[in-house]
């Protein structure tokens, strides 16, 4: 019997997913992302941005100053990026290419007006009834991408909200990311679009046999 970490599993694949998204719908020149959070959820998505897109500035957002500090710290050491740091999420936000919402936050945190004109947005923090990172007006002119739309709209508060006021349709939400396939993607579209994703245990059942697989592959 071969027993695998969930925490770690769930925390790796959540950040690959995201990136997945990425690499889809950013634009290819993408350098510059926000980080809202500081957990490890922020440093995971940091590190997967790094591998799909040029990132060579990161700004940070987080509730707390003393967080925010040390992880503005690891993200020059470990990750050798210019970084700023912001006390307001519009000041996070602006002039990024990429944002990743990485919080538990239970009212929203990002709103359409704190938007640049184009940016991709990874939003994971929120996946449970109770907790909202995106206002529901977010979603009235961008592009919304899901995990799994069934999922989402049954976990994602301002996603449910977003249907209830009638700015997204409620029988396909969005565009689920495992239908779409790199190579048949259309050149990058401006504007915004956004990455919903609540967490699907499927993909981590399937991450785990990966895992394993290299383990095994590894060991004999």
Request: hydrophobic fraction near 45%.
């Amino acid at each position: 019997m071969v027993a695998v970490d969930a925490g770690a599993i769930t925390e790796i694949r959540t950040a690959a997913a995201s990136a997945h998204a990425t690499r889809m719908l950013a634009a290819p020149s993408a350098s510059r992302v926000s980080i809202l959070g500081t957990g490890l959820q922020a440093k995971a998505h940091l590190l997967a941005m790094k591998k799909v897109r040029p990132i060579k500035h990161v700004s940070i957002w987080g509730r707390s100053e003393e967080a925010r500090q040390s992880f503005a710290i690891w993200c020059k050491r470990d990750c050798n990026l210019s970084v700023s740091i912001h006390s307001s999420v519009a000041e996070a936000v602006n002039d990024c290419d990429i944002i990743c919402t990485t919080t538990a936050a239970r009212s929203p945190i990002l709103k359409s007006t704190d938007l640049p004109r184009h940016c991709h947005i990874n939003a994971i923090g929120s996946s449970a009834l109770g907790f909202q990172e995106l206002h529901e007006d977010i979603y009235q002119n961008s592009a919304l991408f899901t995990d799994c739309n069934q999922s989402v709209l049954a976990a994602s508060e301002c996603v449910i909200k977003a249907v209830q006021k009638g700015l997204l349709p409620s029988q396909g939400v969005g565009t689920e990311i495992g239908t779409l396939s790199v190579d048949s993607m259309p050149t990058h579209q401006p504007g915004v679009s956004i990455f919903k994703s609540v967490g699907l245990a499927v993909q981590d059942l399937v991450f785990s046999r990966e895992v394993i697989r290299r383990w095994v592959a590894a060991s004999s």
